[in-house]
């Protein structure tokens, strides 16, 4: 292996969604990743091991009996940065944690000291068994990952719990757990959040809109990071960038900022944390034409009146129940009144929450990109720098402020 690389194992469990290993593989592999696939022999029923070599551009084998002098059943597990099972069916969840080790991939699981990360797909009657939730306790109260699966269609046709998670949402924590291994703690199990996420449109015609260049991939990766750390999860969804639902959490789609206040007021009712990742409107038309605004050489030029939108987290924070915490974020630049960090200290004594996460924008910067940086500045005056990273890292680092907060109150 090519120790410049972060060293990824990828072991294939033979499922139906042994296929999508191949787009995690890729996802992989194009992100600057060395990685070894680690199939079972049913996964070969499934995807040709030709495949795996082809874009992994490694060896691939399922026995202990193949390459006996370099030792793989144990090399492959001591020397990987991280392990992946994708997908990880019930029988591997069993056998890993009960120790069976009857093939490479169940032993290199026995060999590794890295994170090691299980992402299950099977049907929901097996997920739900007690014997499965058995063993995935058994295997987070040894510190492994097992995440909660997405719900969707499954093979046939039926639907419900148990699909694989997208391959680029794998792609995005196997990033996270490189860079953060333990960033996926199961420290928010019985927390109910509530996420918006993305832009909001405000209709002016029944062609055009006023909008903004949220991508929503920043609220969407700590919907996901928080679903995976057991927290129900509920996202409020605007315009977004056909990013798929994050496994493990319940995505409720709207478009205008009425439309997210609504929902986000609904969903938070309940609940125990809400952060307002989303970039609602200010301003919306005073009055929305019921045809196309037709441009003429004749005509004067047409004038637009608008209207303020309500300030949702300002709400938030005025009605929020005992003890629920409220995160605001800011997209900031600065100006000749000062700078970003000025705007947002204001902004967080304006608005009254109790942590808000401050990205400076322009210039390529936070909108519409994979990664993020800014600051978190919390209500006691303590302030975080966030250096540049992946979104999902980002995310990580807001939950553990989260739980630390909830800890201080405790």
């Known amino acids: 292996m090519n120790d410049a690389k972060p060293r990824v194992v990828l072991g294939v469990g033979g499922g139906i969604a042994a296929y999508k290993a191949c787009e995690v593989l890729r996802g992989l592999t194009e992100s600057g990743h060395d990685v070894r696939v680690v199939p079972t022999e049913a996964a070969l029923n499934f995807v040709g091991a030709a495949t795996f070599e082809a874009l992994s551009g490694n060896p691939v084998h399922t026995g202990v009996f193949t390459e006996v002098p370099e030792v793989q059943h144990v090399r492959a ?48 009657e097996m997920w739900e068994h007690p014997a499965t939730r058995d063993n995935v306790a058994l295997l987070r109260s040894r510190g492994l990952v097992v995440t909660e699966p997405a719900a969707g269609r499954l093979t046939g046709v039926d639907t419900g719990k148990g699909r694989l998670a997208d391959p680029a949402e794998i792609v995005d924590l196997a990033r996270l757990l490189l860079a953060e291994p333990g960033a996926l703690p199961r420290d928010l199990e019985g927390l109910r959040v509530v996420i918006s996420a993305g832009g909001t449109r405000e209709p002016l015609d029944p062609v055009r809109f006023l909008g903004n260049r949220s991508s929503g991939k ?34 409720q789609r709207v478009s205008t900022a009425e439309e997210m206040r609504k929902a986000v007021h609904a969903a938070a009712a309940d609940a125990d944390v809400v952060v307002m990742a989303a970039a609602v409107a200010d ?8 045809h196309k605004i037709k441009k003429s050489e004749d005509s004067p030029d047409p004038v637009l009146t608008l209207d303020r939108n309500a300030d949702i987290l300002a709400e938030l924070v005025r009605e929020r129940r005992s003890g629920q915490i409220v995160v ?73 402020a989260v739980t630390a907060l909830i800890e201080r109150r405790l």
Not at 220 to 246: K, N
Request: glycine residues 10%; hydrophobic residues 45%.
């Open 218 to 251: 920043q609220g969407f990766a700590l919907a996901r990071v928080a679903a995976q750390r057991g927290a129900e999860v509920t996202l409020v969804a605007g315009h977004t960038d056909e990013l798929p639902s994050p496994a493990g959490a319940t995505l």
């Open 77 to 124: 597990g001591k020397e990987a940065d991280l392990v992946l099972v994708v997908p990880a069916t019930a029988n591997l969840l069993a056998k890993a944690a009960h120790g069976l080790a009857d093939d490479l991939l169940t032993n290199t699981l026995l060999t590794a000291r890295c994170p090691v990360a299980f992402f299950p797909a099977m049907h929901t």
């Open 328 to 400: 605001g974020f800011a997209a900031e630049t600065g100006d000749e009144n000062g700078s970003v960090l000025d705007h947002a200290r204001a902004k967080l004594r304006r608005k009254g929450a109790d942590l808000l996460v401050v990205n400076a924008v322009g210039d390529g910067k936070a909108f519409g990109t994979e990664d993020n940086a800014g600051w978190l500045l919390a209500s006691d005056g303590t302030e975080q720098v966030i250096s540049q990273g992946a979104k999902a890292r980002l995310a990580a680092t807001l939950w553990d």
């Open 283 to 290: 301003f919306r038309p005073a009055t929305l034409a019921d």
